[in-house]
């Protein structure tokens, strides 16, 4: 089945996904993406600029999504912390499952990102960690969740669902809510009282 894309800039990005995630960042060149394409490397530059924009394009759109994901429950006033860390995690699953060539990108190639555009990736990924650390906060408050080092905790999260990627496959018989709810339960049983 042939994927369609909405433009040649999409199509480019997509590839260079595949690309960055089976060879590196730095290891494929302006010339491999456009061999893969099937353009000439001149046509590329018709289309962007640089390679690192396009990182740029997957590190910030990737981060977006999963802002865009987890930012409502989060702000969801009608559930406790235990819910909401559950419905984060399946969310958080939800966006690597649906991009996961992009997000073997985003977890491994961030770090080749210009100086200006990693302070600011920097930022984004620690306001999104934040955002966890909130929830974990919460439920002490609420001594729904034992007292515990908030940061190691949410690394300790963190850890477990980005690796997500390594081993998932679209079409295979887990989906992302069983497996957000399989790692909700696992990680939420280590934080009650």
């Known amino acids: 089945m042939e994927t369609t894309f909405l433009n ?17 960042y730095t290891a494929t060149s302006m010339r491999n993406l456009a061999s893969e394409i099937g353009i000439e490397p001149a046509s590329l530059y018709s289309h962007i600029k640089a390679k690192e924009d396009i990182l740029q394009d997957i590190c910030f759109g990737l ?3 999963f802002f865009e994901a987890v930012k409502p429950v989060i702000d969801d006033t009608f559930i406790g912390p235990e819910e909401k860390l559950r419905k ?14 992009a997000s073997a990108v985003f977890f491994h190639d961030w770090r080749h990102l210009s ?9 984004l990924r620690r306001e999104y960690e934040e955002l966890f650390r909130k929830i974990i906060r919460e439920g002490a408050s609420e001594k729904i969740f034992r007292k515990i080092n908030e940061k190691f905790m949410v690394l300790t999260i963190f850890s477990a669902m980005n690796w997500t990627y390594e081993w998932y496959q679209p079409g295979m018989d887990m989906s992302y809510e069983s497996i957000g709810n399989n790692l909700a339960d696992v990680l939420i049983m280590g934080l009650k009282n």
């Open 8 to 24: 040649r800039k999409e199509h480019i990005r997509v590839v260079a996904q595949q690309l960055f995630r089976r060879n590196g």
């Open 63 to 65: 981060a977006d999504a």
């Open 88 to 101: 984060a995690i399946v969310a958080h699953i939800e966006v690597i499952t649906n991009n996961i060539d």
């Open 115 to 123: 100086e200006e555009a990693l302070n600011k990736f920097r930022t």
